[in-house]
Nanobody, 128 residues
């Protein structure tokens, strides 16, 4: 049972990147999912999340309008499309999922403690 991120890369400022996260050994259907990042010396930051069934989304102010979270339950995958990347976006990016619950069907959270499953991380570096 694991989540595996892919798509991390070196990109120039102003560029775009799309991260993917695939579930292995379990289904993402009905689970609230989220993306987080952590830069060296900084706390983990919740970026975006989608609830399990209502597909309600939330975004951190730092990425709102630039990043888009999406999911494909048919493929047991989630995605993070990132545009207008800045040097401050350089970090390790993690995907996360929560076991189904009545609450998480309609809600998601940008608090890491809300989630049960985590990927190993994908490095995104924004630099010229």
């Amino acid at each position: 049972v694991q989540l595996v991120e892919s798509g991390g890369d070196l990109v120039q400022p102003g560029g775009s990147l799309r991260l993917s996260c695939a579930a292995s050994g379990f289904s993402l259907e009905g689970k609230a999912i989220a993306w987080f990042r952590q830069a060296p010396g900084k706390e983990r930051e919740g970026l975006a999340c989608i609830s399990g069934s209502d597909y309600m989304t939330k975004y951190a102010d730092s990425v709102k309008g630039r990043f888009t979270i999406s999911r494909s339950d048919a493929k047991d995958s989630m995605y993070l499309a990132m545009n207008s990347l800045e040097s401050d976006d350089t970090a390790m990016y993690f995907c996360a999922a929560r076991s189904p619950s009545t609450y998480s069907q309609r809600h998601c959270s940008q608090d890491g403690d809300f989630y049960d499953f985590w990927g190993q991380g994908a490095q995104v570096t924004v630099s010229s």
